[in-house]
């Protein structure tokens, strides 16, 4: 189902902006609060809190973050999920999201209130209210931009920097294949980010939103390469349908490249027990699957696999 509509009794421009902000409360039910802490005011208020800010933004913009074959309540949720995926990564807590939408006079008033009521839907499971945003109007577009607002949960912040080498590379979940369904289907890792930010061998982290063949990069030290085994890359079995189906590219190819994986990507300290981290992982984590890629090497050694000849997703690079 695509968000627009030739009839102008079932499009948004039917309403008008203030009764779509009025249809936009009844959607969102108690996933808002009143105001002032919710929408309604010219900002929302939120409590004080001790601990360090946390801020991201993200979008889903129509016909590149989804299309008609994404229900649009899916939608809704992957606009905040993806969001989620960014505090995840920081080992934060989410607190509060503010929503702005650009959008075409002709969007269907029924595919935004699903959209809506999905992202409500998140909203509830995750424990984040919606507290205000902003409509405008965006010709022959739909965009939804999600600021969401967390804490850090620890007394640091995890970020991408602080891996050295001969640090250990480990990623959560399986890799490749998103676009067939996995790119709004995906769980934040909110409570693996959260525990592993309390980990002092843990150090850095990042979510892989662009492919491993691009993110990994953030992490890597000045002096170091990956070096990665092969073998040991979690590739998804939709990455394995797409390579024996229609893409003309290997399953490798897909884990290293596709992008919209939403896992954690970490560098655990060269020192660390890997064996009683593991076990314990498989104790607190038991459905949230771990693998070892390998570790941070000397830039004069070789590497086992060669990542330069991969380029995962880059926003505004020009593609053949």
Known sequence: MHPFTDNPAEAIS???????????????????PPSPFGIGDDCAVLPRSSRR?????DPVIHGKHFDATVPPRAVGEK????????????????????????????????????????????????????????????????AATLTLIGEASAKRVLTRTGAKNGDWIYVTGTLGGSILGHHYRFTPRLDEGRWLAALPEVRSMMDLSDGLAKDLAALTPADAVPALEAGAIP?????????????????????LADGEDYELLFTLATRADR???EATWKRKFPSTRLSCLGRFARATLPEHLNLHVVHGYEHLRQTS
């Open 53 to 57: 800010t946390l801020v991201t933004v």
């Open 14 to 32: 039917a309403l008008g902006e203030q009764k779509l902000i009025a249809a936009i409360r009844r959607w969102l039910g108690n996933a808002t």
């Open 275 to 277: 064996a009683a981290f």
């Open 235 to 255: 590739i998804s079995p939709a990455a394995r349908r797409l390579a024996a189906r229609t893409s003309g590219k290997t399953a490798l190819h897909h884990a």
């Open 79 to 142: 606009l905040l999920k993806r969001n989620l995926s960014d505090i995840a990564a920081m080992g934060g807590r989410p607190r509060a999201a503010v929503v702005a939408l650009a959008l075409d006079a002709k969007i269907s008033t029924r595919w935004l209130a699903a959209f809506y009521r999905g992202l409500a839907s998140a909203s509830r499971r995750y424990r984040v209210p919606i507290v205000g945003g902003d409509i405008s109007h965006q010709p022959g577009g739909f």
